[in-house]
């Protein structure tokens, strides 16, 4: 078993979660690991991108090499796009479609899922409007985890027991609604 | 024992507090901030009181840390390569010296520059101190390091160098951990004069010092870090310091590509296994993270030895960081992209917070200095330091903690007028209250603006020194009461904050502005803090 996975997004968006989700999940299950995370300037309002390597045997490097990556989780639509040297001619793109618009020159974003759209496996779906009908309008980056879930080779019970891991310490509400969060996502993902 | 899922900071601290560390300093910068703040979030650490604040700078850190040492106890001091050059003096003076209780110096390189104003490689520093330098692969790696380095600088008596990069770092893997060992108790150095550096005493020492810097090549606790695995080929071997051993590993399946290899971990390097490989090969590849360091060493200035491949011939480019694909092509392996990138994808460089005082500072310094043309706001490092990107346009320099103070000082000097400069609080306390002396001193004719966010905001808002003792360090200084003013950068006071500073700058002699109002990042975790005791 060998998943490389791709989560990108703009700095303060929480993919640093997804990835700890997907990390607590991928220590149950006795698999090695190695998350790279990009701390520092670009967390103000930068691209950020953390490279997740989930395996059975040993992971040597830190980062996926090119063409590799089996998934890109993206909470931003532009951002999925920036990732796509590394993604595999099979591998998924699991995106966001809200915009998240800090720049100038923001592309219309039309024409971004037109590009999304070339990719042959993709599913873009609206986290934001999924996550406030599932009263959790924050949790908009764990409905994108739960639609790219069936494309990680773990159980989706190992990733609701990391949920309750990851926000165990915030409460049973919170936790509640990170669950709701993530199976309304996978609802979407048409798995 | 114990598994846990660590970045490479977070296994180095959580090391560092299982060898028996009773002293933890440091001054935050990226990448090596976690390691401090691990430790200050720990438990354990607060159960057994271990010291740990932060310190004004990295040189306050490591002489503070140098003093644990000479107490009896163990203190690890971290900072980022930058860092290291602001602390070189203690450093290369604390190996003269030689320490009591062990002390390990950790160094964060930056290579491609992710959060940096250069690319330095530390194990420069290792070399020229004269001091071991590790370089962990990997997290579990650095894991062990920590005890043996501690260990290492107990027995040679020398202050041990701990050599990262961005990519360890920051990235997590699970650790297995090892048994806690107990602190060390308060002692006394044997020699009294040990740390005494008089010229009498340093000649002798720096004669132990230089030859015991040999002698180090062979020692186990070092040379165990250094590994040759033969192989069946002859036409190339490899050479893989730190962490490029790991993209090696990935691109290398070793029952087909049977490379002889040989693994460098722990400086000084051995000559007896360099000659292991190139005696059996015909050509060595060199990988390492940063600069050609092994390289340069082994082929020298005549270069006549074997053929060898590496940065200084452009098999791996001369900078930036490592990663799988440079390692695959320097094998001549191919490698396989996906799609290119769209071109509608546009660069998303950071940017300043919504409602950040900084920007509201610039909105205002932007206006003041309009009509005296462009080209006299000296600036420094943070997040003050986006105001050089649009919309801003701002600043005009950023060069080293606390160089805008003394840039504007020696531009007056020129007869640049007005010359402004633009530090923050936590920058200002770190290296810009010296040059603010040195400008009272010659009554030079600056305007020095400190935008006081109360946090050191560009690494995450770490406790700032400066906090509440700005205005009396400057009086302390010797700033007059009449010139230091106090704004707060909010868009309602931008007309005064506009008439101030160009009040200001009208005056020939030293000014003093203090921009105040919290970073709005460090005051949400404040008051979410606050809320939940
Ligand atoms: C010698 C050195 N040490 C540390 C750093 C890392 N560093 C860059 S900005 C910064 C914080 C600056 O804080 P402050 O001056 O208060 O500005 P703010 O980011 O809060 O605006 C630090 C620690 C560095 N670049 N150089
Ligand atoms: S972190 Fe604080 S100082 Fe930095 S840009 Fe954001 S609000 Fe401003």
């Known amino acids: 078993m060998k998943n490389d996975i791709i989560l990108s997004g703009v700095g303060g968006q929480g993919i640093l979660s997804i990835a700890a989700t997907i990390g607590l999940a991928a220590v149950a299950n006795n698999l090695f690991l190695k998350q790279s995370e990009v701390h520092g300037m670009s967390q103000r309002g930068g691209d950020v991108q953390s490279h997740l390597r989930l395996s059975d045997k040993p992971v040597y490097s830190d980062l996926i090499p090119y063409g590799r990556a089996n998934l890109i989780i993206s909470v931003e639509p532009m951002e999925s796009l920036r990732y796509l040297p590394w993604l595999s001619k099979n591998g998924w793109l699991v995106t966001n479609s809200t915009p998240f618009i800090n720049i100038p020159d923001y592309p219309p974003i039309d024409e971004i899922i037109k590009e999304i759209k070339k990719i042959k496996n993709h599913i873009i779906i609206d986290a934001d409007t999924i996550a406030k009908e599932a009263g959790s309008a924050r949790s908009g980056n764990i409905v994108i985890l739960g639609a790219a879930s069936p494309f990680i080779d773990m159980s989706f019970v190992s990733l609701e027991n990391a949920i309750r891991k990851l926000f165990g310490r915030k409460g049973e509400a919170i936790v509640e609604a990170n669950l709701k969060a993530l199976k309304a996502g996978r609802d979407c993902s048409g798995e | ?533």
């Open chain 2, 1 to 533: 024992m114990k598994k846990l899922l660590l970045l490479g900071d977070e296994a180095i601290a959580q090391a560092a507090l299982d060898a028996g560390l009773s002293g933890m300093y440091a001054y935050p910068g990226t990448p090596s901030t976690e390691i401090m703040e691990y430790i200050q979030s720990s438990k354990d650490a607060s159960d057994r009181n271990i010291h740990r604040g932060w310190s004004a700078n990295e040189k306050t850190a490591i002489e503070a840390a140098l003093g644990m040492s000479y107490a009896g106890k163990r203190a690890m001091v971290a900072m980022k390569h930058v860092g290291l050059n602001v602390a070189a003096d203690g450093f290369i003076n604390s190996a003269m010296t030689g320490v009591n209780g062990g002390l390990i110096v950790v160094s964060a390189d930056d290579p491609s520059m992710h959060s940096s104003q250069n690319e330095q490689d530390s194990r420069f520093y290792g070399k020229f101190a004269l001091v071991p330098c590790f370089e962990p692969s990997n997290q579990q790696e650095a894991y062990e390091m920590i005890f043996d380095a501690f260990e290492a600088s107990e027995k040679y008596k020398l202050p041990v160098l701990f050599r990262i990069t961005t990519r360890l770092a920051h990235s997590r893997a699970s650790v297995q951990l090892k048994e806690v060992l107990p602190e060390k108790k308060l002692q006394l150095p044997a020699d009294l004069f040990q740390f005494v550096l008089l010229p009498s005493i340093a000649r002798k020492k720096y004669n132990a010092l230089l030859s015991s810097y040999e002698s180090l090549r062979y020692e186990n606790i070092i040379s165990k870090y250094n590994s040759f695995k033969d192989g069946r080929k002859r036409d190339i071997g490899i050479i893989a310091c730190g962490i490029a051993y790991n993209y090696l590993m990935e691109n290398i399946d070793s029952s087909i590509d049977d490379f002889p290899v040989l693994k460098i971990s722990a400086y000084p390097f051995p000559k007896d296994l360099i000659k292991d490989i190139t005696d059996r090969c015909n050509e060595v590849l060199i990988l390492e993270e940063g600069a050609p360091l092994v390289e340069e060493a082994l082929r020298g200035i005549l270069d006549n030895g074997i053929k060898i491949y590496g940065r200084l011939d452009g098999t791996v480019p001369r900078d930036g960081e490592l990663n799988p694909a440079i390692v695959a092509k320097a094998l001549g392996l191919p490698v396989i992209y996906g799609e290119e990138v769209p071109s509608l994808v546009k660069m998303r460089p950071p940017s300043f917070c919504k409602g950040c005082g900084h920007a509201d500072m610039f909105n205002s310094l932007i206006e003041a200095v309009k009509s005296y043309g462009p080209g006299r706001v000296f600036s420094d490092i943070g997040c003050y330091t986006l105001a050089a990107l649009p919309p801003y346009n701002a600043i005009n320099s950023c060069v080293d903690m606390g160089a805008s103070v003394t840039m504007a000082v020696g531009a007056a000097d020129a007869g640049l007028l007005p010359s402004v400069a633009v530090i923050g609080d936590s920058t200002f306390t770190h290296s810009g209250m010296t040059g603010l002396l040195d400008a009272v001193v010659k009554n030079s004719s600056v305007t020095i603006i400190i935008s006081d966010n109360s946090t050191a905001g560009m690494t995450g808002g770490q406790q700032s020194q400066a906090t509440g003792r700005i205005e009396q360090i400057c009086e302390g200084i010797g700033v007059s009461r009449e010139h230091l003013k106090t704004i707060i950068p909010l868009r309602k006071n931008h007309e005064e904050n506009i008439r101030i500073m160009k009040e200001e700058f009208e005056y020939r002699g030293v000014s003093v502005i203090i921009a105040s109002r919290e970073c709005i990042q460090t005051a949400t975790k404040r008051k979410r803090s606050e809320a939940s005791n």
